[in-house]
């Protein structure tokens, strides 16, 4: 590679995180930065017009992937539930269930965080939530502010590690596109697939390491430093508010994550089913609370929240016909029942979007889906086109060879990609370097020996620390501006510290012991 194809794409790469400084959109500024440099690059010679012209075909795939479907699907659940207050009574619960123990209210966020982010995935609607309604008690009972605002962050961002999370999605995407093109690279006729499926069961155990992390911390802290986290005098909730409260996440987890993890449905197919269980939840809720319980439309939603189950247990036994030898009727049978479950489900459906329109909760929970998954896949067609540029600059032979380059084989790339992408999360956003950075240096480490599945777990417990690093963590900001008065910004930041540092333990970890991200994977899967 000649030095000017170098120094571009090293010049490049520069003048994208310095607009994004300034300020500048980050969809708008991928875009921009790719078009100004493809055009120096054809004025030098060095970059050929054929690139571009790719681009359409680009997007047009992009589009068409039926993986990124689920990321609306899975906004949409989580936003529903934001709505539904089904948050607020679990936060509410379980922080009277642990308030007699001393540091009790920084476990039941934690354990709360860890429910949401297994039920709705959706960092900001978690924050905010806890930020509302835990840290003002915190604070009232004495709790250290820096303590009780980083245990909320760091608790809000487990959504992005624990399935399903749009993370894990857009990131397991990019991971097999990767494998791929490394596998067909290395002259593999047949290349082995790594599906969204496999990331989220290998994230899964490494999630709950991080819970488990958090929660030892917490513990420690409130042992050695007691005036830091105070016992508290509420009063243990009755196992029927407990129960409650646990139901609808507990449904969910089971109903997507369940349904996902064991081979009943894809990742799409999981994102629908949880967008709709969501609706159903919601609107029964907010008909029982309102004394309409029994009416109408309460019951057919309730007969369409059935219904759906039933089409789950049915689609176990989609091979019935081929146990008991290619039975024409059974199939018949199953195909008529499944047909009617349908059309049940879909009645109830509409009735609960009917429920929750009602109750003007439909038009802004679509509003804020549709802002969020906008500014995801134009930011995506911004990356594609920076990506597309950069490696008609030769970028990706730049990488390859500087990645080769670091002493320690493997183990030294790894640190280094690792170390690299840490750092970009202090400014950049985890869409951005999902999109950007990760096809970038994915395809060389696998060529160089990285298994797939553990490379993608490592980047996604990675770019879980974007989250919390300041000056431009999304948690913090989120924090931020539901925060009391008396919780200042650097009271968040310091805070915000201890958990970072769990978050690279639980990285470290692993990285040393692989078998946290590949085992249960090859225990579902292979």
């Not at 030095?3 to 500048?24: E, R, S, W």
């Not at 039941?108 to 924050?127: E, K």
Request: aromatic share 8%.
């Amino acid at each position: 590679m000649s030095d000017i194809h170098g120094l571009l794409d090293i010049l490049m790469f520069a003048t994208l995180i310095g607009a994004i400084l300034c300020g500048y959109p980050v969809a708008f500024t991928l875009a921009g930065v790719a078009l100004v440099y493809a055009v120096i690059g054809m004025s030098l010679g060095v970059f050929s017009p054929a690139y571009l012209a790719a681009f359409p075909q680009r997007i047009f795939g992009s589009m068409t992937n039926a993986t990124l479907t689920a990321v609306p699907l899975f906004i949409l659940m989580g936003v529903i539930l934001e709505r539904s207050k089904i948050a607020e009574d679990l936060l509410s619960t379980m922080g009277d269930l642990f308030g007699r123990a001393r540091g009790g209210l920084l476990y039941a966020t934690t354990l709360v965080g860890a429910l949401l982010a297994a039920s709705t995935g959706v960092v900001g609607a978690t924050v905010v939530t806890m930020g509302l309604l835990a840290l003002p008690v915190m604070l009232r009972r004495g709790y250290s502010k820096s303590l009780a605002a980083g245990s909320i962050a760091a608790a809000g961002t487990l959504g992005q590690i624990i399935p399903p999370s749009v993370v894990l999605i857009l990131l397991g995407d990019v991971i097999g596109t990767a494998n791929q093109k490394a596998q067909l690279q290395m002259g593999v006729a047949s290349p082995t697939v790594v599906s969204v499926g496999d990331l989220f069961a290998g994230a899964l155990i490494p999630g709950l390491l991080l819970v488990g992390l958090y929660l030892i911390y917490q513990a420690l802290t409130a042992w050695l430093n007691p005036s830091a986290a105070p016992a508290g005098e509420a009063g243990v909730p009755g196992w029927d508010r407990v129960l409650r409260a646990l139901a609808a996440p507990i449904i969910l987890i089971v109903a997507v994550l369940g349904s996902i993890l064991f081979g009943i449905a894809t990742p799409t197919e999981g994102a629908a089913v949880g967008a709709a269980g969501a609706a159903f939840l919601a609107a029964l809720r907010m008909e029982w609370d309102s004394g309409r319980g029994a009416q109408w439309p309460a019951r057919l939603a309730l007969a369409g929240a059935g219904a759906l189950a039933l089409l789950a247990a049915l689609r176990l036994s989609v091979n019935l016909p081929v146990m008991f030898g290619g039975d024409g009727a059974l199939a018949l049978i199953v195909t008529i029942l499944g047909a009617g479950l349908a059309i049940l489900a879909a009645a109830g459906l509409a009735c609960a979007f009917w429920i929750l329109a009602r109750a003007q909760h439909l038009r802004p929970a679509l509003r804020s889906t549709v802002d969020i998954t906008a500014m995801v896949f134009v930011i995506l067609i911004g990356a594609a086109l920076f990506t597309l540029v950069f490696r008609g600059l030769g970028g990706d032979e730049w990488v390859a060879s500087m990645l080769e380059g670091v002493p320690g084989g493997l183990t030294g790339a790894m640190i280094a990609v690792m170390l690299v992408m840490f750092v970009l999360g202090f400014f950049l956003d985890f869409i951005e370097i999902c999109f950007v950075v990760v096809p970038l240096v994915a395809v060389p480490l696998i060529m160089m020996g990285a298994d797939p599945l553990w490379l993608g777990v490592m980047m996604a417990v990675n770019l879980q620390t974007s989250f919390l690093t300041p000056p431009f963590g999304f948690a913090l900001f989120y924090l931020r501006g539901v925060a009391p008065p008396q919780v200042r910004t650097i009271d968040i930041y310091k805070g915000a510290v201890p958990f970072i540092g769990l978050q690279i333990l639980a990285l470290i970890l692993v990285a040393l012991f692989p078998a946290l991200a590949t085992w249960l994977p090859g225990v579902l899967y292979r």
